[in-house]
């Protein structure tokens, strides 16, 4: 009997080191699971602070956009017609259209007509931009053409002949304002965000047929570049460091 129960005795010790060891890999994995349970946690409360931290970006840009846009149109809208001229909501573009106004063909030289615009324009146009200069990344004078040039050369050396010939139409309209005597006490603030762009015809004016509108293409815009989009890349690049 002693040598049955030193037996079982010894059997169930086993069964008792056995049932210890298992618990003790048990308890190692419910700790495992718990540390992995904090760090997800951890990981998607910051997911969600950095997805609140874009959308009250992109709703502060939505209110900037509108208040920007509202602001031109509160000092430009009884102008607009007789600059012939047109203000875009949504890339907040002041656009002169008529090309008869602007430029002779072919010519980066200032009509007279629109410096006479750009003269009345643009002293009003930094002040209007006074409470939003915080906001603003950039101002960008965009010049465009029709894709025209004579009919002896062909459609590539016409886009490049139309890009030097936009480029320098925004430099002359930048080199007019630059020398404005109102410019003068804003000239730093204008130096720093300020360009002056050419895009030939890359971005051309369709008519409702889906053809160029050819006198429509040729036209200069101000267009104002908020800087939410930086904001935004700022916080995705902080994150993902």
Do not use: C
């Not at 890999?25 to 495992?32: I, N, Y």
């Not at 890009?163 to 925004?170: C, E, F, G, I, V």
């Not at 630059?178 to 006490?185: A, M």
Request: overall charge negative; aromatic content about 10%; charged content about 25%.
């Amino acid at each position: 009997m002693s040598r049955l129960n030193a037996i079982f005795g010894r059997g169930s010790s086993a069964g008792n080191e056995e049932e210890y060891h298992w618990l003790s890999v048990s308890d190692l994995m419910a700790g495992l699971m718990m540390v992995f349970l904090l760090i997800s946690i951890a990981l998607m409360r910051h997911a969600l602070e950095e997805r609140d931290r874009v959308t009250q970006v992109a709703e502060a840009y939505q209110e900037t956009q509108v208040a920007i846009y509202q602001a031109l149109m509160d000092e430009f809208a009884d102008d607009l017609e007789t600059w012939e001229a047109e203000i875009n909501a949504d890339t907040l573009a002041l656009t002169f259209e008529s090309p008869e106004v602007l430029f002779a063909t072919g010519s980066a030289q200032l009509r007279s007509r629109f410096e006479s615009i750009l003269s009345d324009f643009y002293p009003r146009y930094l002040e209007v931009l006074v409470p939003f200069r915080k906001s603003i990344d950039e101002i960008r004078i965009e010049g465009h053409t029709s894709s025209r040039w004579n009919s002896s050369v062909g459609e590539d050396e016409a886009y490049f002949l139309n890009m030097q010939l936009s480029q320098d139409r925004t430099r002359s309209v930048l080199n007019y304002l630059f020398r404005l005597p109102e410019t003068q006490s804003q000239k730093d603030w204008v130096k720093q965000t300020t360009a002056a762009v050419g895009f030939s015809s890359s971005h051309l004016v369709l008519n409702n047929a889906g053809h160029e509108d050819h006198e429509r293409s040729r036209r200069v815009s101000f267009r104002i570049l908020t800087n939410a989009e930086s904001q935004i890349r700022e916080i995705l690049s902080e994150a993902g460091s």
